[in-house]
């Protein structure tokens, strides 16, 4: 009777034992998923962060284009402009000189006039079109400046805490301060993003102020 009852035992400790051993499985291969789930969702993030500063960098080079194509063309503008002012002024000098030329003198006094008004007026028109250009562009340099400061850091701080709770024996206090200089990297670089924005709204200000001295100038 001692022997079957100890087989009986042996059995029921063994089939026990398979039972925690399938449950041990189970929850390694749960582990297992949900690691990979996490490393997933981290891996996209970080997609997602580097097309975002794809697309800031392909931004601050379309408005550095356009500043370069518009000073180049105010440039040549003014030169223009600055020889449409002699040849005023000699055609004037030419009238005053001469009752004889008095009509040649004038008519021509009258087309350098209208060619440097129309220089002039080119010239006021360049620089609103690449205003309101770069008002644009600066309006989504802003928007995208807005969501990394705000969604992305969320995001980022999100996954760090929740990769620190299924890694609790290897987080230490490494980690938590690594984590906590991403957290000041990022907003170091957004203070320093908005300081380049205050800098380019002030360079515009100076351009239109610019503008407006050239044109009482002018006006003189």
């Known amino acids: 009777m001692e022997e079957p009852e100890k087989q009986q035992g042996e059995l029921r400790e063994k089939s026990r034992l398979q039972h925690l051993q399938q449950e041990q499985r189970f929850m390694e291969e749960k582990n297992k998923r949900k690691k990979a789930l996490l490393s997933k969702a981290i891996a996209e993030r970080s997609k997602h962060t580097q097309a975002e500063a794809v697309k800031l960098k392909r931004i601050q080079k379309e408005l550095q284009t356009l500043d ?65 250009r770069k008002a644009y562009k600066l309006e989504e340099l802003m928007i995208l400046l807005e969501m990394e400061t705000d969604e992305e850091r969320l995001e980022l701080e999100i996954e760090v805490e929740r990769l620190l709770q299924h890694q609790e024996a290897q987080s230490g206090n490494g980690e938590g301060n690594s984590a906590q200089t991403g957290d000041q990297a990022k907003e170091d670089g957004s203070s320093s993003a908005s300081i380049r924005v205050e800098e380019r709204k002030a360079e515009d200000t100076k351009l239109c102020d610019s503008a407006k001295e050239l044109k009482a100038e002018d006006t003189k």
């Open 68 to 132: 370069d194509m518009v000073s180049n063309g105010i440039g040549i503008l003014r030169s223009r402009i600055e020889q449409a002012s002699w040849e005023y002024s000699q055609a004037r000098k030419r009238f005053e000189k001469a009752e004889v030329e008095y009509v040649s003198a004038k008519l021509d006094l009258h087309k350098k006039m209208d060619v440097k008004e129309q220089l002039t007026e080119h010239l006021y028109t360049i620089i609103q079109q690449n205003e309101l």
